[in-house]
């Protein structure tokens, strides 16, 4: 088992920052984690894969509506997952949830899910 845990949310003014941490903790063999990755669900509409990152070499992979603005990254020996947001824009706004556990780096097949963390951007 892979338990997530999200912080970092917030609200911010548009054009801001935020910095998204994801502390994970495994019942196992630690390759469970794979590759971990971010997702956000905006109320009325589906939930949006924002960005994943491999368990090694820091092979990372984004979203269109985020590419250039959000960096994600994870430092194993800290078992903590980041997502740095610069240039938020008020259509961020959203739940924020942490994944883990796919076999390969994508945008589906994670196992594993935080609870989530809001952030909302003002106008």
């Known amino acids: 088992q892979v338990h997530l845990v999200e912080s970092g949310g917030g609200l911010v003014q548009a054009g801001g920052s935020l910095r998204l941490s994801c502390v994970y903790s495994?019942?196992?063999?630690?390759?469970?984690?794979?590759?971990m990755g971010w997702f956000r669900q905006a109320p009325g509409k589906e939930r949006e894969f924002v960005a994943a990152?491999?368990?090694?070499?820091?092979?990372?992979l984004y979203g269109d509506s985020v590419k250039g603005r959000f960096t994600i990254s994870r430092d194993n020996a800290k078992n903590t997952m980041y997502l740095q947001m610069d240039s938020l824009k008020p259509e961020d706004t959203a739940a924020y949830y942490c994944?883990?556990?796919?076999?390969?780096?994508?945008?589906?097949?994670?196992?594993?899910w935080g609870q989530g963390t809001q952030v909302t951007v003002s106008s």
């Open positions: 994944a883990a556990g796919a076999a390969v780096l994508g945008k589906s097949g994670y196992n594993y």
């Open positions: 495994v019942s196992g063999d630690p390759i469970m984690t794979g590759a």
């Open positions: 990152i491999a368990r090694s070499y820091d092979i990372t």
